[in-house]
């Protein structure tokens, strides 16, 4: 696909589909090739039952990253055991339904889904799901990930949330 054409809505779902492939394989390096330098990768907190937090800059994110500096840090991290949350780590299966293209710009695509991911740890599986709002710059040889705003729906949970849970 060249910079500027329509995007494609089946190659739209075969690279998200190849990000959760990734997250489930443990594949960070092949996973982190799909976010641009300056992508932004935001999970605000719930405010309270029905709002969520608007500014990562001055209110709880569940995680926030302003670029894709901390996705590096925070693979580091799991790669070299220096993550005691996600050690062990966890057997993931990320489900994607409902893509959604929502806007259209010659050099970028607005896409909306909603994920389900299952993760088993400690002999127990634990349910991740919620919805999320990505923004996919057009490259020439696709997309890449410029922006991405995970909306975790059951954010009451027992554990440390981190990037191969969404």
Partial sequence: MSTGSQADYGMICAFLYREARHLDEREWEPWLDLYAPDAEYWMPAWDDDDQLTVDPQSQISLIYYPNRNG??????RIKT??????????????????????????????????????????????????????????????????????????????????????
Avoid at 71 to 76: P, Y
Avoid at 97 to 107: A, F, G, I, K, P
Avoid at 117 to 140: A, C, E, M, N
Wanted: aromatic share 10%; proline share 2%.
């Fill in 71 to 76: 996705l590096e840090d925070r693979v580091f």
């Fill in 81 to 166: 055991e220096r993550s005691s949350a996600s050690m062990p780590e966890p057997r993931t299966n990320h489900m994607l339904t409902n893509v959604e293209v929502l806007d259209e710009r010659d050099d970028a695509v607005d896409v909306r889904y909603n994920f389900h991911t299952l993760s088993h740890r400690y002999k127990l599986t634990d349910h991740f799901f919620g919805t999320i709002y990505v923004t996919l710059r057009k490259v020439k040889r696709g997309f890449l990930i410029a922006r991405k705003k995970i909306v975790l729906k059951n954010d009451y949970i027992r554990q440390v949330i981190d990037i191969y849970h969404i």
